[in-house]
């Protein structure tokens, strides 16, 4: 098994030890997972969102600086 292991690391170029990683990582990690931002992504373009929605964001949003929180 090892032999065979290092003989797949050598085709992909990798190490051993980075080959056993990858073969982990695959295994866990489920292929159509979603991610965050490409779902908010697909929901602004389904109902037609655009760049120029957000500039109201920019006009509304509170620029004054945070106070740093007193510990007293």
Same mark, same amino acid.
């Given at each position: 098994?090892?032999?065979?292991?290092?003989?797949?690391?050598?085709?992909?170029?990798?190490?051993?030890?980075? $080959?056993? !990683?990858? *073969?982990?990582?695959?295994?866990?990690?489920?292929?159509?997972?979603?991610?965050?931002?490409?779902?908010?992504?697909?929901?602004? !373009?389904? *109902?037609?969102?655009?760049?120029?929605?957000?500039?109201?964001?920019?006009?509304?949003?509170?620029?004054?600086?945070? $106070?740093?929180?007193?510990?007293?």
């Amino acid at each position: 098994m090892h032999r065979a292991l290092r003989v797949q690391a050598a085709q992909h170029g990798r190490s051993a030890e980075a $080959e056993v !990683r990858e *073969i982990l990582a695959v295994a866990v990690k489920p292929e159509a997972r979603v991610r965050l931002g490409d779902a908010l992504a697909a929901l602004g !373009r389904k *109902i037609g969102l655009t760049n120029k929605d957000f500039e109201v964001f920019q006009q509304v949003r509170d620029k004054t600086p945070a $106070e740093p929180l007193g510990f007293e």
